[in-house]
């Protein structure tokens, strides 16, 4: 007599194709750059390390580095997957940093600077590392809700934690920012170096890229955005 117990209907299946699953059933989209951490179940991060550690270990083999017998590398498939869940992409599995918000009590509406505020991230097309600097300026008004200025450091890194292009981040932020405070004005410079240039194809480790995204009246003030970017100190 046959006293095994019976497999439950999703037994052997990849946690990643059962979170894949609810996000689609939820109809959600799950970019590169997306954050995916409500579709995510207790346990199921240490479900993911482990799939992923398989994976990439997959990948050693096709590389053909013998991972058995070399020391420097018996560990690196481990190593690789701790390093882009918990940290490179960790923006994509844990939720927006809690931030809280004050009430504008003394009706401030001068122009703020936050910054420079270093970021990290990764190309989304070579994964190779985005690394620079953003800067933040915010007119408030008396409906403005005031967050720490740390806060602005913890919601950079929560955007920049994922596979990235430069253009969208800077929206993304943007947007998590308007969100939160509802300011008048808001505008981000960012300046950042990708090594997909310079560790690989044109190898021109001197370049960089800058963006900005102006909204409220940084668009609609010729004179706010001068004296924003004037402020900004000299960019290396």
């Given at each position: 007599m046959?006293?095994?117990?019976p497999?439950?209907?999703d037994?052997?299946?990849p946690?990643s194709?059962?979170?894949?699953?609810?996000?689609?059933?939820s109809r959600?989209?799950?970019?590169?750059n997306?954050n995916i951490s409500?579709?995510?179940?207790?346990g199921?991060?240490?479900?993911?390390?482990?799939e992923?550690s398989?994976?990439?270990?997959?990948?050693l083999?096709?590389?053909?580095i013998?991972?058995e017998s070399?020391?420097?590398?018996a560990d690196?498939?481990?190593?690789?997957?701790k390093m882009y869940l918990?940290e490179?992409?960790?923006?994509r599995y844990v939720?927006?940093?809690e931030?809280t918000?004050f009430?504008n009590?003394?009706?401030?509406?001068?122009l703020?600077i936050?910054?420079?505020?270093?970021?990290?991230?990764?190309?989304?097309?070579h994964?190779?590392?985005?690394?620079?600097?953003?800067w933040i300026?915010?007119v408030?008004?008396?409906h403005?809700n005031?967050?720490?200025?740390s806060k602005?450091a913890?919601?950079?890194?929560w955007i920049?934690g994922?596979?990235q292009i430069?253009e969208?981040?800077?929206?993304?932020?943007?947007?998590l920012?308007q969100?939160?405070?509802?300011?008048?004005?808001?505008?981000?410079v960012?300046?950042?170096?990708?090594y997909c240039m310079?560790?690989r194809?044109?190898?021109?480790?001197?370049?960089?890229?800058i963006?900005?995204?102006?909204?409220?009246?940084?668009?609609?003030?010729?004179?706010?955005r001068?004296e924003?970017l004037?402020?900004?100190?000299t960019r290396s």
């Amino acid at each position: 007599m046959n006293t095994s117990s019976p497999a439950l209907p999703d037994e052997g299946i990849p946690v990643s194709v059962k979170i894949r699953e609810r996000i689609q059933a939820s109809r959600k989209r799950f970019h590169a750059n997306d954050n995916i951490s409500q579709f995510i179940e207790p346990g199921e991060m240490e479900q993911l390390l482990d799939e992923v550690s398989d994976k990439m270990g997959g990948v050693l083999q096709s590389l053909v580095i013998d991972t058995e017998s070399d020391h420097n590398t018996a560990d690196t498939a481990r190593r690789v997957a701790k390093m882009y869940l918990q940290e490179v992409f960790k923006g994509r599995y844990v939720p927006a940093p809690e931030v809280t918000e004050f009430p504008n009590a003394e009706h401030l509406n001068e122009l703020m600077i936050v910054g420079p505020i270093t970021v990290r991230s990764a190309c989304s097309h070579h994964f190779c590392p985005v690394i620079g600097k953003i800067w933040i300026g915010v007119v408030p008004n008396q409906h403005t809700n005031v967050i720490g200025l740390s806060k602005y450091a913890r919601l950079a890194e929560w955007i920049m934690g994922r596979p990235q292009i430069q253009e969208e981040a800077v929206v993304q932020l943007a947007d998590l920012i308007q969100r939160k405070t509802q300011p008048d004005g808001l505008s981000i410079v960012m300046e950042a170096s990708h090594y997909c240039m310079g560790w690989r194809g044109v190898k021109d480790m001197d370049s960089k890229m800058i963006n900005s995204v102006m909204r409220g009246a940084f668009l609609k003030d010729a004179n706010l955005r001068r004296e924003f970017l004037s402020l900004i100190p000299t960019r290396s």
